[in-house]
Each structure stands twice: as C-alpha cells, then as structure tokens.
C-alpha cells in the first residue's frame, strides 16, 4: 500500500490479550461501483487510452496527482463535490496502514505480504518496515499489470522486496508464487496487510473464505491488518451520486456493514485500537489515534479496520 507520513504520533502501549472474534452473520454487501476509497494503485504517466475511469487514475485524482486522463479527473471532481471527505478518507486509510504495519513490526514480525498493494512511491510498506528493522522482507500483491509493472521499477534490485502480479482471491497461486516461497517462511510468523482490498471481492466470491485461507496458512504469532470501506455512518444521498458517477468504473466495490466486516477476523485476537478501548473492530481514523473523539469525524466513517494476532 502507498505511504505516506502519518498526521498524527502514535501512543506506544502494550495490548492486552484480545478474545477470539466469533462469526456474524452474513448479510448481502452493498453494491456500489469502485469509487476507489483507498484502493491504491498508482500510475508513472499519462493513460489516454483509458475507455473509461479506473480505480488507478480516479484515486490519484483524489490525492491530487498528475497521472490520469481528462475523464478521470472530471469523475474525481464530480464526486468529490458531492463527497468533500473522500480526499480525508482516502489519507486516513493510508495512515491506518502505515500504524499498522509499523506496529506489527514492532511486535517481532520481520516478513510482510501485502495485499492489493497498488503501486509503492514515497515511505512505502518496506521502507516503513526496514526503518524499523532492517532486514525485514515484503512481497506485495496486486493483480493490476501497469501497477505491477511500474511498482517493480521502483523497487528495483531490492532483495528484500519483491512485487506479485496475481489476483488475491487465488490464495494458493498467491502463497505458492516463487516471489512469495523467496523471501517468505510461511513456518514464521506474517504481518498480512490488506488495506481497502477485501471490499473489491463479491460476496459469491466468499471474502470471508479467502480471509480464512489466508489466517489458516499463516504460523501462530502472525498479525492480520485490514481496512474495509462501509456506509453504516454514511448518508444515502453523496453515495447514489458516486453510484450514477462510477457505473462504469472499471471495478466494482462491496461495501459491507460492522458484522460482515468482524467476521474477516474470526478465530483472531483483536487488538484494542486505542489506548483504553476494549479490542474491536473500529473506524479507521480511531485505530491508535491519540485523541479518539477528535479522529471521529466523518472522512474515518468511510472504513472499518482492525489489526488482530493468530494465537
């Protein structure tokens, strides 16, 4: 997931030993197109050939970049009018990823795989994790070729890092990938991060499944960092107009309410997300925050996100 410098310090604290997460029901998601919501997957030049806005250039229309067509930053503006937060959104998702990886590091883990990772830039996965320990190993994960393909000529002839060109629904093809069996022990433990990544899997694709198959793969002591757009806090009107914007994005996004998204974590400990909270699944602006009611506000409500520990 692309970086970048985290808006606020966070608070160094042990958590205590969270209870296992129990299954919710599951309900149908909502359907709404790909308006991106933090869906990171960066682009190095202009993409006039675009039919149609992508989740690539429409997320970095949102941040303001200069790696879109002329039809994405139309589409950008129209549902930024009509949902001002999203920019905040998109930045308090990228800073929830930062956290947690840097706090998973910070419990020992040394090797990371990365989950719908877009395109690595600035302060990245692996640069926040090597700061932190040097040594540490990342192989991320996208299934999007130009993504893929520029995120490897940034890397570069990083030993430590390597960039998978796959769809994280086959967790078999991921898991047994050469760039994965190369740099990670699957017998150790695994910070597995995947930030606004498990929204873009359809219901009759079993998100919950593929989440399952992952945690089952992983050695006890591994870590589960995960971010999920919703609209449990939303109001209805700005998102039927990012519906009529987005019919013809390029990808589509199930937004999912609290209990679909807890239930990605079933059989984990969950972490408490701030100092004095019990652990649970939270907004994602409230995840280590230092001051819980000043980072409620409504650009957190676009995600739920948790960290949580296999025992």
């Not at 197109?33 to 202009?46: H, I, K, M, R």
């Not at 883990?109 to 990342?138: K, M």
């Not at 078999?172 to 990938?177: R, T």
């Not at 198959?213 to 039927?240: C, E, N, W």
Request: proline residues 7%.
């Amino acid at each position: 997931m692309l970086g970048t410098a985290v808006r606020a310090a966070e608070p160094r604290w042990c958590p205590a030993r969270s209870p296992v997460v129990k299954p919710a029901r599951r309900r149908e998601s909502r359907l709404v197109p790909a308006w991106s919501l933090g869906y990171d997957l960066g682009v190095t030049e202009q993409r006039d050939d675009v039919a149609k806005p992508t989740a690539a250039g429409l997320y970095d229309a949102y941040l303001g970049g200069t790696h879109h067509t002329p039809a994405e930053q139309k589409a950008a503006d129209t549902i930024r009018a009509a949902l001002p937060e999203l920019v905040d959104a998109a930045w308090a998702n990228r800073a929830f990823h930062q956290r947690s990886a840097r706090y998973i590091a910070e419990q020992g883990v040394r090797q990371f795989l990365d989950l719908g990772a877009g395109l690595p830039t600035q302060d990245n996965t692996h640069q926040v994790l090597q700061a932190i320990a040097p040594g540490s190993r990342c192989v991320y994960v996208d299934f999007d070729p130009h993504a893929v393909r520029v995120g490897r000529e940034l890397i570069g002839d990083d030993p430590l890092t390597r960039f998978l060109q796959a769809d994280m629904i086959d967790v078999d093809g991921v898991l047994n990938s050469p760039e994965v069996r190369e740099l990670i022990d699957l017998s150790e433990p695994v910070g597995l991060l995947a930030s606004a990544v498990f929204h873009f899997i359809r219901d009759q694709d079993d998100p919950w499944g593929v989440a399952r198959r992952y945690v089952d793969a992983l050695a006890p002591g591994s870590y589960v960092a995960l971010s999920h757009g919703t609209t449990d806090k939303q109001r209805t009107g700005p998102a039927q107009t990012g519906y009529a914007v987005y019919r013809n994005a390029d990808t589509m996004i199930y937004l999912r309410n609290r209990e679909q998204v807890e239930w990605l974590f079933n059989g984990l400990e969950l972490v408490p997300p701030y100092e004095g909270a019990p652990p649970k699944v939270t907004y994602v602006g409230l995840w280590f925050c230092e001051d819980p009611v000043a980072a409620d506000d409504d650009s957190a409500r676009w995600f739920y996100a948790g960290v949580a520990k296999k025992p």
